[in-house]
C-alpha cells in the first residue's frame, strides 16, 4: 500500500510542476493552491520548490501570495534556491500592498543564512517605519527571528524594538513585547516611557498579545512598586537594628508609614481586570497570575469566578487552571471555599483531573467542613480507578495530620480499609497507617497488632514492608508477636522482594537487641541468608548489621551504640501537599507546570524594599490643539475673521464696517505668515476666529452684490499669499479655486460647509499630507437628492401624531460629525398637539442634536423640522424617544450606508494617488451584471449617486466610471470605481479603510445597478 502512495504522490508532483510552468496565470494559481492544501494535511511537497520559487516575480497577486506562503514553510529547508530570489524578496518590500510587503519580509527572515544578515536588517528597519501596522508587526516578528540568527546584531534590535513599543496601533503592541522579552527582557528602562500606553491598549490587543503584554507587566511591576502585602503585617523592618536592644526597646512597636498604593499600580490592576471576562482561558489565566502576584491580599478574590468558570473548558485546560488553584489554595485557601463542589470529582474525569480535585479539596479541608470532605473522600475510596483510590487514601492521611479532631476517625476509617479486597487499596492504607502511627505511637498498639494479624493475607511489597517496619520499630510495645512474625519472614526469605528483604534483617537486629533469647538464632539465621541474596543491596546490609549487633574482636567499639542507633526514636513524617513548592515559580507558566525550571524562564524578583522613582514612567505629552478650518462661500470676510490676530484685534475688527473687509483679510493672511513660530498664540486665535465666524455668517447675507470687486481682488490677494507662505506649525485654507466649475455655483448660493476640525500631530509630515489632502479632496454639493420619505411614527402608534425622514443630503450645520436628517411631522387627530420634542433618553454611542420644542400643531397642520445624528459610521439604529406633552413614542432612525458620505470632487490624478494608498485589505471588490438600462454614461452615474452621496470624478476613459466621497463621522475616503468589461457586465472595486462600510456599499450598488 506504501508503494501505491508513493507512486501517487510522484505522479501528483508531475502534475503540479507542470501547471505550475504553464503560461496560463489560472493553471498556476490552482497548482498552488492544491500545494498549500498538501501542506496543511501534513504532506512533504519541498520537491516542488524549484518550481514553485520560479512565479515568486508573477504580477497576479493572489499567486504571489500563496508562493509566499508557501516560501514560509520551505525557504529553511532549501536555502540555496530561496537565495536566488532574494533581489525579488527586496523589490516586494516596496510593493503598494501591505500583504506582500509583509509577506515578503516574512520569507526574507525565514531563510537562516548568516551571509544575508545585514539584507535582513535593513528589511527590518524599513519595515518598523512602514505606513501600515500589519508590516510593522511583521517586522517585530522577523525581530525575533534575526536575533536567533545572529545574536550580535542585539544593540541595533534594541533601537528598532525601542521605536516600535512607542507605536500606539494595538496591532504591533502584542508583537514587539513579544520581541522585547525575547531580545532584551532585562532592559527595563525600555518599558518606562510606554508602560501607562501599553496598560491603556491592553483591552484593545489581540488576545495572545495580552498574554505577552500581560507577563512583562507583571514582571515590570515586581522591580518598580513595593509591595501591597505589607498591611497584612508579614514584615519586620528592623528586626536586625533590634537584636542587640534592651528589652524595653524590643518591646516597643515600630512606627511605619501606612501603605499607599502607586497610581500606576492600581492602572495595572484596574486596566486588566475586565479581561477576566475573556473568551481566551490563556488571557484569564495570565490576568490571575497578575492579581496573584501584584494584587493586595483582599482584592484576589476577584479571580476566583473567572478560574472556577474555566473549568467548564476542555482537559487540558482544566488541568493547567487546575494546578494553578492547587498551589492557590495552600496559601489562601478562603477564596475558593465558597466554590469547594466546583471541584467535586465526576466519574467522567480523567484521573489527572481527579487527582488534581483531590489535592484541592485536601487543601481547602477545615474543621468546618472536614465532614463534608470525609464524606466525598469515602465514595472515592470505592472508585474504580486504583490510582485514584490510592491517591484518596493518603488524602485521608493529610487531613488527619492537619485537622487532629478527626485524627482518629480517620485512622479507624483506614483500618477497616486494610480488610478490602482491593490489594492497591489494602497497601496504600498500610502506608498511611504507618505515618499516622508515628506521630502517636503509645496509643494504637491494637491496630499495630491487628495489622500484624493481616500479614499473611497482604501481598503488595510495599505494604509487607511497612507492616514489618512498624512491628520492629514499637517491638517492645508486642513482645509477643514480633517474634512470631519474624519467624515466618524466616520461611519465606529467599522469596520475597528486595525492599521486604532489607525490613525484615532490620527487624531481625532489633528483636535481637530487645529480645535476644526468643530471637538469637532466628536472626543469625536470616544473617546466613541474607549473606549469599543475590541482591549486593541484601548482602552489603547483612554484612553491616552482623558487625553492629553481634560483639566480637574485629567489630570495634561501634557496637556499644547499636541499640541508640537502631532503636533511636525517630520524627514524624510531614504529610505535605506535592505543591507546596511550586510557588517558587510564576503561576501559568512552564515551569510552574512540570516543577522544574524550564529554558527561558524569567524568575520574578523579589519587591524592592524602597518605592523606585515614579517620574521615569512620566511622558511629555503635547497637548492636542484643534484647529478649525473653515470653508466660507458668500460674503467677503470681513474683519473679524482673521485667523490671527490678538483680542484687541478682533475686538475693533467687530466694529469697523464692511468696506474695509479687503484690507483687514490681507493683513490678518499676511499677519498669520509672519507669525509661525508662534504656534499656541495663533492656534487658540484660529478657534476662536472660527467660532466668531459661525456666528456672523447669518448676519452677512446683505450687500453681497455692491462688493464684488472687493471680492475679487480679495481672491487674487489670498491666491497669491497662499503660494508664498508656506506655514510649518499650522495650516490655513482659503476657499476653492475659482476655476472650479462647482465653486461659482456654491458662491452663488452664500452656503458654507461645516468647519472640520484637525488635531496638530507635530509631525511636518503628517502636516505636509493633511495639506496636500485638503488641496486635492473638497467637499462639493450632492449630485443627486432622493426625495423618498420613511415612516418615523404611524399616526395610529403616535396617537394622531405622524412622522417621517429623509436625508437632505446636505451638510449639518449641528456639527461636522453629524448626517442632517428632517423630519415632517403631521398632527392627524382632531385636537392640538402640544410641546413636540425628543426626549432625553437616547442611544448609547450615539451624538443627537434635538430639534427646538414645537409649543403648538393644530389638527391637519404639518411642520418640517431638521436634526443631527452622529452615527459613528455604522448603519446602528438611532433610537430615541419623540414625545408630546401626555405621551412619548419609541422611535428609530435607520440609515443607509450611502447616506453616511458627504460627496467630495477630485481630479483623476489624485483619485489614483489616493487609491493607491489604500489598497489590499482596505480594497473590495466583486463581478457585476448590470441590467441594460443602466449601460449608458448618464444612466449609470445616475444610478450610483441615487444610492450613496458621491461625487463624480472625471475620467478620461468610455469604459472607467469613478466616484468619491468621505465618511461625515470620521472624514475617512471612500473611491469607487467601476470598470465596464462589456456591455452588461463589469467590475465594482470600492476602496476605503472603513472595510465593513465597503462591504455593504459594494452590496448596495451591486444590487442596485442589476435592477432597471
Not at 281 to 301: C, D, F, I, N, R
Not at 519 to 534: P, W
Not at 605 to 626: I, L, Q, Y
Request: proline share 4%.
Amino acid at each position: 500500500q506504501s508503494i501505491f502512495v508513493a507512486i501517487f504522490f510522484i505522479f501528483l508532483n508531475e502534475d503540479l510542476r507542470e501547471m505550475l510552468e504553464s503560461t496560463k496565470e489560472s493553471l498556476k494559481l490552482e497548482a498552488m493552491k492544491r500545494i498549500v492544501g498538501l501542506i496543511a494535511r501534513g504532506k512533504n511537497a519541498s520537491e516542488l520548490f524549484p518550481a514553485v520559487v520560479k512565479n515568486v516575480a508573477s504580477k497576479n497577486i493572489e499567486l504571489k501570495k500563496l508562493v509566499y506562503v508557501y516560501l514560509v514553510r520551505y525557504a529553511e529547508e532549501q536555502q540555496d534556491l530561496a537565495l536566488l530570489s532574494i533581489s525579488t524578496f527586496q523589490r516586494a518590500l516596496k510593493d503598494p500592498n501591505q500583504l506582500i510587503r509583509a509577506s515578503a519580509l516574512r520569507v526574507l527572515s525565514s531563510i537562516r543564512v548568516p551571509i544575508i544578515v545585514p539584507i535582513m536588517m535593513l528589511a527590518i528597519k524599513e519595515a518598523a517605519t512602514d505606513l501600515s501596522p500589519y508590516v510593522r508587526k511583521t517586522a517585530a516578528h522577523a525581530i525575533q527571528k534575526l536575533y536567533s540568527l545572529d545574536a550580535d546584531q542585539k544593540e541595533q534590535l534594541i533601537e528598532v524594538i525601542e521605536k516600535l513599543l512607542k507605536d500606539k496601533s494595538t496591532l504591533v503592541a502584542g508583537s514587539v513585547v513579544m520581541a522585547f522579552e525575547e531580545v532584551c527582557p532585562d532592559r527595563i528602562d525600555l518599558i518606562h516611557k510606554n508602560y501607562r500606553k501599553l496598560c491603556n491598549l491592553l483591552v484593545d490587543v489581540e488576545e495572545w498579545g495580552q498574554v505577552v503584554i500581560i507577563s512583562m507587566l507583571t514582571r515590570y511591576a515586581r522591580t518598580q512598586f513595593i509591595s501591597p502585602w505589607k498591611e497584612d503585617g508579614i514584615f519586620d523592618e528592623n528586626s536586625e537594628q533590634a537584636f542587640y536592644e534592651s528589652d524595653e526597646e524590643k518591646l516597643g512597636t515600630p512606627q511605619s508609614k501606612p501603605y499607599i498604593m502607586d497610581p500606576d499600580h492600581r492602572l495595572l490592576l484596574r486596566n486588566t481586570k475586565p479581561l477576566l471576562q475573556s473568551r481566551n482561558t490563556a488571557v484569564v489565566m495570565s490576568v490571575a497570575q497578575l492579581y496573584w502576584h501584584l494584587a493586595p491580599k483582599q482584592e484576589v478574590g476577584v479571580i476566583t469566578k473567572s478560574l472556577v468558570r474555566l473549568l467548564r473548558s476542555h482537559r487540558e485546560v482544566q488541568y493547567i487552571v487546575l494546578q494553578n488553584i492547587a498551589t492557590m489554595s495552600i496559601q489562601q485557601k478562603g477564596i475558593f471555599e465558597p466554590f469547594m463542589k466546583s471541584f467535586y470529582v465526576r466519574s467522567t474525569d480523567p484521573t489527572h483531573i481527579k487527582t488534581l480535585k483531590l489535592e484541592i479539596l485536601t487543601n481547602l479541608a477545615n474543621e468546618a467542613n472536614i465532614s463534608t470532605i470525609l464524606r466525598e473522600f469515602q465514595t472515592y475510596v470505592k472508585s474504580q480507578d486504583k490510582a485514584f483510590a490510592a491517591a484518596t487514601i493518603q488524602a485521608i492521611g493529610r487531613c488527619a495530620t492537619n485537622i487532629t479532631d478527626v485524627t482518629d476517625t480517620c485512622l479507624n476509617g483506614l483500618v477497616l480499609l486494610l480488610s478490602n479486597r482491593d490489594e492497591t487499596v489494602v497497601a496504600e492504607s498500610v502506608v498511611v497507617i504507618k505515618k499516622l502511627l508515628q506521630t502517636q505511637p503509645t496509643q494504637h498498639s491494637e491496630i499495630i497488632k491487628h495489622m500484624a494479624k493481616l500479614f499473611d493475607n497482604i501481598t503488595v511489597p510495599m505494604a509487607r514492608a511497612s507492616i514489618l517496619w512498624l512491628i520492629g520499630e514499637y517491638c517492645e510495645r508486642v513482645p509477643k508477636i514480633a517474634p512470631d512474625v519474624l519467624r515466618k519472614m524466616a520461611k519465606t526469605f529467599t522469596v520475597e522482594e528486595d525492599i521486604v528483604k532489607l525490613q525484615t534483617v532490620n527487624l531481625a537486629a532489633k528483636l535481637y537487641l530487645t529480645n535476644s533469647k526468643q530471637t538469637k538464632l532466628l536472626t543469625q539465621y536470616i544473617l546466613n541468608l541474607g549473606k549469599y541474596d543475590q541482591s549486593y543491596d541484601i548482602r552489603d546490609r547483612t554484612r553491616f548489621i552482623r558487625q553492629l549487633i553481634v560483639p566480637n574482636e574485629k567489630s570495634g567499639a561501634l557496637s556499644k551504640y547499636a541499640r541508640r542507633i537502631l532503636l533511636a526514636s525517630k520524627p514524624a513524617p510531614m504529610l505535605e501537599s506535592t505543591f507546596k513548592d511550586r510557588d517558587r515559580f510564576q503561576l501559568g507558566t512552564l515551569s510552574h507546570t512540570i516543577n522544574s525550571k524550564a529554558t527561558g524562564y524569567l524568575e520574578l524578583s523579589d519587591w524592592p524594599t524602597a518605592a523606585p522613582d515614579s517620574s521615569v514612567r512620566n511622558v511629555e505629552v503635547m497637548e492636542p490643539v484643534k484647529k478649525e478650518i473653515s470653508w466660507t462661500f458668500g460674503a467677503p470676510l470681513k474683519s473679524d475673521d482673521k485667523f490671527y490676530s490678538d483680542s484687541g484685534e478682533e475686538e475693533g475688527a467687530g466694529e469697523e464696517g464692511t468696506g474695509s473687509s479687503s484690507e483687514d483679510s490681507s493683513s490678518s493672511s499676511s499677519s498669520s505668515s509672519s507669525n509661525e513660530e508662534s504656534d499656541s498664540e495663533s492656534e487658540d486665535k484660529n478657534s476662536k476666529h472660527s467660532e466668531e465666524t459661525d456666528s456672523s455668517q447669518s448676519d452677512k447675507s446683505s450687500g453681497h452684490s455692491d462688493k464684488k470687486k472687493a471680492d475679487k481682488k480679495k481672491r487674487l490677494q489670498l491666491k497669491k499669499k497662499a503660494k508664498k507662505a508656506a506655514p510649518k506649525e499650522r495650516y490655513q485654507m482659503h476657499r476653492p479655486p475659482t476655476h472650479h466649475p462647482l465653486t461659482q455655483e456654491l458662491w452663488n448660493l452664500r452656503t458654507f460647509t461645516p468647519k472640520m476640525a484637525y488635531t496638530h500631530t507635530g509631525k511636518k509630515k503628517n502636516r505636509k499630507q493633511m495639506v496636500a489632502l485638503f488641496l486635492c479632496v473638497q467637499v462639493s454639493s450632492p449630485v443627486f437628492v432622493p426625495m423618498s420619505s420613511h415612516e418615523l411614527l404611524h399616526r395610529m402608534t403616535g396617537k394622531g401624531l405622524a412622522a417621517q425622514y429623509h436625508f437632505p443630503r446636505q451638510p449639518c450645520i449641528y456639527g461636522n460629525k453629524m448626517v442632517s436628517v428632517q423630519l415632517t411631522l403631521t398632527n392627524s387627530s382632531d385636537h392640538t398637539l402640544e410641546d413636540i420634542s425628543i426626549g432625553e433618553k437616547t442611544s448609547s454611542g450615539q451624538n443627537i442634536h434635538r430639534f427646538s420644542s414645537i409649543e403648538r400643531l393644530e389638527p391637519g397642520a404639518s411642520v418640517t423640522v431638521s436634526m443631527g445624528i452622529d452615527f459613528n459610521d455604522s448603519t446602528q439604529a438611532a433610537n430615541f424617544q419623540l414625545c408630546t406633552k401626555e405621551d412619548q413614542f419609541s422611535v428609530s432612525i435607520q440609515p443607509v450606508v450611502g447616506e453616511l458620505f458627504l460627496p467630495v470632487t477630485m481630479t483623476e490624478q489624485d483619485f489614483r494617488k489616493e487609491q493607491g494608498k489604500l489598497q489590499g485589505m482596505n480594497e473590495t471588490s466583486a463581478t457585476i451584471t448590470m441590467a441594460p438600462e443602466n449601460t449608458s454614461n448618464q444612466a449609470l452615474s445616475k444610478k450610483m449617486v441615487s444610492v450613496a452621496n458621491m461625487g463624480v470624478v472625471p475620467t478620461g476613459e468610455d469604459s472607467l466610471y469613478r466616484f468619491a466621497a468621505k465618511s461625515v463621522s470620521s472624514g475617512d475616503l471612500v473611491l469607487v470605481s467601476v470598470d465596464l468589461t462589456d456591455s452588461s457586465s463589469g467590475r465594482l472595486t470600492i476602496n476605503t479603510e472603513k472595510t465593513v462600510i465597503g462591504s455593504m456599499l459594494l452590496r448596495d450598488l451591486k444590487t442596485a445597478l442589476a435592477q432597471p
